[in-house]
Each structure stands twice: as structure tokens, then as C-alpha cells.
């Protein structure tokens, strides 16, 4: 074939086209490699955060779950009293006063004020009688105080423990399995989050949660 000066031949056109597609191929090639870098970066970096994210969960449940214990240990030493009058000139030593006489009359227990290192109403002031918080020096008091609280019956007034959150939560469980004890006729009772039943067994939330 003839090839006439100044003019592209075939063979040329056909070169030029396979070495521009060679070209475009090679920096796609090269943006694919730098964006699979760049993933790949990212990748690592969000396995580094995930790692993170399940360190601060980890130490936060052990935070969360000291926290509870503190709590539910210095709750251990309180009682709340409902039902206890109420009048706008009340103090807590006039608050102490009344308590401790309510102790000693109602369930017969042997209480001075020195059994009782703090006293005071819950919440704001309301046209509600606000429960009473009493928190005692011996534990030993406090549980007589709780195994007499029957004797409140018909008076209008009741005793209840300090309970966590949690507790509240897992109480509220444990309330229907008491009922249910209840109807079968089986002595039981609620002691914080522990259902007693009895005849030597004891249920927490956990237990009957996995039943």
C-alpha cells in the first residue's frame, strides 16, 4: 500500500488508539490501587475505632456496674416509711421524734434516735404525704424494723426497702412470681431483687429471666 506523504497511515491510527487505551487503562488501573489504599486505611482505621468503642463499652459496663454496687450497698442501710403525717413546721428532729415512737409502738422494737444516723422526707413539697428515707446505724435494726412491718396492717401505713433502679426493674419481675406463689398457696416473700419461696429456694431476676 501506497503511503502518501503527510498522511497517517492505518497501521499508525491503530497504534495511537491501542496506546491511548493502554494509557487510560494504566491510570485507572493506578486510581483503582490508590482508592483501594485509601480503603484499606480506612478499613484499619475503623477496626482501630471499633477496638475502641468496645474497650470504652467494656470499661463502662465495669464502671456502671461498681457504681451499682456502691449504691446498692448504702441503699442496704435504709428503709422508706409511707404514710407518716406530714405538717408545714415538721423538722427532722421533730421527723425523728415521730419515727422512732412509731417503731416503738407500732412493732414493739427496742429504738432510740442513735439507731438512726438520718432521717428526711422524699421529693418536694406537694399536697401528697412525702415517704420518709430512714437510714440505720445497725443493719440489725433495719432488718428487725422489716421483719415487724406486718404488725403496720390497717394503720395506713407500710415499710419498703431503698431500691436501685435496677432493682426497681427486676423487682417488678420477681412481683408477678410472688403473686403466683401466692396463689399456689406457698409461703413467700420478696427480700430487694430475691424472691424466697419457702422450701429452701431462692429465685433472682437472672434466674427467671433464663427460665
Do not use: C, W
Not at 495511537?16 to 485509601?38: A, G, R, S, Y
Not at 450497698?73 to 435504709?78: A, P, Y
Amino acid at each position: 500500500m501506497e503511503v502518501v506523504p503527510g498522511e497517517t497511515s492505518s497501521d499508525d491510527i491503530l497504534y495511537n488508539l491501542l496506546n491511548q487505551i493502554n494509557n487510560n487503562l494504566v491510570t485507572k488501573i493506578d486510581n483503582i490501587n490508590f482508592e483501594l489504599k485509601i480503603l484499606k486505611k480506612k478499613t484499619n482505621e475503623a477496626k482501630i475505632l471499633k477496638e475502641k468503642i468496645d474497650f470504652l463499652e467494656n470499661e463502662n459496663e465495669q464502671l456502671s456496674a461498681h457504681v451499682e454496687k456502691l449504691e446498692r450497698s448504702s441503699k442496704s442501710e435504709n428503709l422508706i416509711l409511707y404514710g407518716i403525717s406530714e405538717n408545714s413546721q415538721e423538722n427532722n428532729a421533730e421527723l425523728l421524734r415521730i419515727a422512732t415512737n412509731l417503731l416503738k409502738d407500732q412493732l414493739n422494737i427496742e429504738i432510740t434516735a442513735f439507731d438512726i444516723t438520718n432521717i428526711y422526707r422524699l421529693g418536694k413539697n406537694s399536697s401528697r404525704i412525702r415517704p420518709v428515707l430512714v437510714t440505720f446505724h445497725s443493719k440489725l435494726k433495719r432488718q428487725e424494723t422489716l421483719l415487724n412491718a406486718a404488725k403496720f396492717k390497717n394503720t395506713g401505713i407500710y415499710v419498703s426497702e431503698d431500691l436501685t433502679n435496677s432493682e426497681l426493674i427486676e423487682r417488678k419481675t420477681l412481683v408477678e412470681y410472688f403473686k403466683q406463689a401466692k396463689i399456689e398457696k406457698k409461703e413467700a416473700k420478696l427480700r430487694r431483687n430475691k424472691l424466697i419461696i419457702i422450701e429452701g429456694k431462692v429465685y433472682t431476676y437472672t434466674k427467671i429471666y433464663k427460665i
